[in-house]
Structures are given as C-alpha cells and as structure tokens.
C-alpha cells in the first residue's frame, strides 16, 4: 500500500525494455514463436506445467550424485534462463493476441508489443485473478518455447 512510484515503474520499464529489445532484433522468430504458442496453446501450457514441475525434481535427483552435480547444475541455470525469458515474453504474447482481435492481423510491433506489456503490467493489480492469467500466460509461453526448442533439437 505504500509502495513507491519507482517499486511499481521500475519492474513495468524492465520487462517493456526486454520486451522492445526482443522485438527490434528477434522479430522474424519471436513472432515464429508466438504463432507457434498460440497454436495449441492448451497443449503449450500443460507442457510448460510439466517443465516448471519436473525440471527442478530431476535436476534435485541429478544433484544428489557426484557425477551428475554438473549436469544438475546445467538443467538449473537452464531452467532459470527459461523462466526470465518466459516471464518478459508475457507482454508480447498480449501484444500479439491483441493485434490479431484488434489490429489487421496477428504481427509483431513495436506499438503492439508495448501495449501488451502495459496490459500484464496492468494484470498485477487485479487481484487473484491478474496474476492468475499471467502465470497462465508464463506457463504456455514456457510450454511453447520447450516445444519449439525439442522440435529444433529433433531435426
């Protein structure tokens, strides 16, 4: 209740900037990405689920032995990487769910991009159900990038 302006801005000015940065030089993928997302977007979050669960078990059961603890290490900072980059990819995923309702098409923008992020931004006041829909959203982006990523190892 008595949070500063710089506690509320700060966070909402980090993920705008991370945002912008991924759609100025990761365009052409970052919106592979999101169609690939939102193509199946309840299957991509019953997979982010599943990463967010089991990642953590299975690096605890690698790290338990000598021989696995770099292993286990390595699928942690992995796992860490994979749930910053999923959480700053929140506000594009709106972006681009807002473009497609509301623009001339699904598509990856700079105005789009810092719309959606406001709108998460936004969400977090929302009680119970604001941060609800962005652990939602966290989870298929997280589901969506594994998926992408597994399909990419495949080939």
Do not use: Q
């Not at 032995?65 to 770099?70: A, I, N, R, T």
Request: proline share 5%; net charge positive.
């Amino acid at each position: 209740a008595n949070a500063t302006l710089s506690s509320r801005a700060l966070p909402f000015l980090m993920f705008l900037f991370t945002a912008l940065v991924y759609g100025i030089f990761f365009k052409t993928a970052l919106e592979r990405l999101l169609r690939h997302t939102l193509d199946a977007p309840i299957r991509h979050g019953l997979v982010g689920l599943g990463v967010c669960v089991l990642t953590p078990v299975v690096a605890a059961a690698l790290l338990v032995s000598v021989v696995g603890v770099p292993v286990g290490l390595t699928l942690l900072l992995c796992y860490a990487l994979l749930l910053v980059i999923s959480a700053s990819l929140i506000g594009p995923l709106a972006g681009f769910i807002a473009s497609r309702y509301f623009g001339k098409g699904a598509r990856v923008s700079f105005v789009w991009t810092a719309l959606g992020t406001l709108v998460s931004a936004f969400l977090c006041f929302i009680p119970f159900l604001g941060p609800l829909v962005l652990v939602i959203a966290g989870l298929g982006m997280c589901g969506g990038m594994t998926s992408m990523l597994y399909a990419r190892l495949r080939r």
